[in-house]
C-alpha cells in the first residue's frame, strides 16, 4: 500500500510561481512512476508531467517549458515546480504512484488557484 499527500498549493496571481510536493510513505525508487495531474471544476483530470524510475521526464503540452517535475530519493518526494501560472491553470493537483504490479495509488490533491 502507497500512501501519497501532497502540498504547497496556494492561491498566486497570473505569472506567479508554487512549488507542489507529493510526500510517498515508500521509498519512491521502488515505484516505476510518479506523476501530477489536474482536475479543473467541470473538466475531466488530465495528466501534466510524470517521472519515470529510470530518470526519464515528459510534460503536457499545456505545460511544457514552466512545469518542472523533479524527486528526490532520500525524501520520497516528488514536487512540481510550475512557473510563469495561467488562470488556466487552476485546478486541484493530484500525485499518482504506479508500482511494479502496475496498482496505481493516489493522493487526495491540493488545489491551487490563479487569479488574473
Known amino acids: 500500500q502507497v500512501q501519497l499527500v501532497e502540498s504547497g498549493g496556494g492561491l498566486v496571481q497570473a505569472g506567479g510561481s508554487l512549488r507542489l510536493s507529493c510526500a510517498a510513505s515508500?521509498?519512491?525508487?521502488?515505484?516505476?512512476?510518479m506523476a501530477w495531474y489536474r482536475q479543473a471544476p467541470g473538466k475531466q483530470r488530465e495528466w501534466v508531467a510524470s517521472?519515470?524510475?529510470?530518470?526519464?521526464?515528459n510534460y503536457a503540452g499545456s505545460v511544457k517549458g514552466r512545469f518542472t517535475i523533479s524527486r528526490d530519493n532520500a525524501k520520497n518526494t516528488v514536487y512540481l515546480r510550475m512557473n510563469k501560472l495561467k488562470p488556466e491553470d487552476t485546478a486541484v493537483y493530484l500525485c499518482?504512484?504506479?508500482?511494479?504490479?502496475?496498482?496505481?495509488?493516489w493522493g487526495p490533491g491540493t488545489q491551487v488557484t490563479v487569479s488574473s
Open positions: 517521472s519515470s524510475r529510470g530518470g526519464s521526464t
Open positions: 499518482k504512484a504506479t508500482s511494479y504490479d502496475r496498482h496505481d495509488y
Open positions: 515508500v521509498n519512491i525508487f521502488s515505484l516505476i512512476t
